[in-house]
């Protein structure tokens, strides 16, 4: 068990693990679930193989949203990062079926932001060029599902929101719109950008809470959850992404202290 805990501070805990096996985490414990799981569209990640059948990966996220949904409290809430549709492989209607199954398996639901990530290359794969013949339509954007496990009003926890006016009306606008995150700055092949768990997290939970990202990558919701000041848990079946993460984190840290340091400096 000690060496699955990757790297421990008292606000921060990278699990190097398999979600779907993983006992390190209490049930009923979780306040908000920010994550993009594994979209089944080849991408090459190194522990963890993106091209399986379509009915074995939705066997595959009926089981991590069944454990995901025991993990959070009867409050809490998840933000959901999915595709609308996959082409790559054959057309299915990836959002869609995941939502049913996470209401099969309790979760209910409450909304769905829009992503526009301004994916310009998605684009161009418009199939039969100028011919109805087989004509591809892709929507260039992602969805974000908000769904909960019981009740949609917070009562648990400190009850101190942090988010400004101008942020709240703005992100209460289901279509949000910024850039993904470079692959190549991050080394990791999916990442999504900071932005992303910021404003899910600022918008969904309290100071204080504890958010869970069950498919951690690059550590992403992490930084986020320094940013904010919530407790962070980040679970990564691939050893090499878990070090990424642990990196960006204690960069991060190295960065907020020096920056406090030159402040208390210069008054
Ligand atoms: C879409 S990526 C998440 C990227 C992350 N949001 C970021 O900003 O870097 C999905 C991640 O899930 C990991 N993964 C796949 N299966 C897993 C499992 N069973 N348990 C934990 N992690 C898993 C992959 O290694 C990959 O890093």
Redesign the pocket.
Known sequence: MKDKIFFESSEMLIIND???KTNLVDENSIDLIVT????NVDIK????NDKIPYDVYLQFTEIWLSKANKLLKDDGRMCLNIPLDKNKGGQQSVYADIISIAKKVGFKYHSSIVWNEQNISRRTAWGSWLSASAPYVIAPVEMIAILYKKRWKKESGSGISDITKEEFIEWTNGVWTFMG?SKTK?G?P???PVELPLRCIKLFSFIGDTVL?????????LIACLHTKRRGIG????RK?CEIAKNRIVNKVRQVQLKFEINEGTD
């Open positions: 398999d979600f779907l993009s799981p594994p979209y990640y190194g522990a963890y995150e991050i990791h999916a990442p999504f990202d069950p498919f951690l990558g690059s550590g992403s919701t679970i990564e079946i691939d992404y």
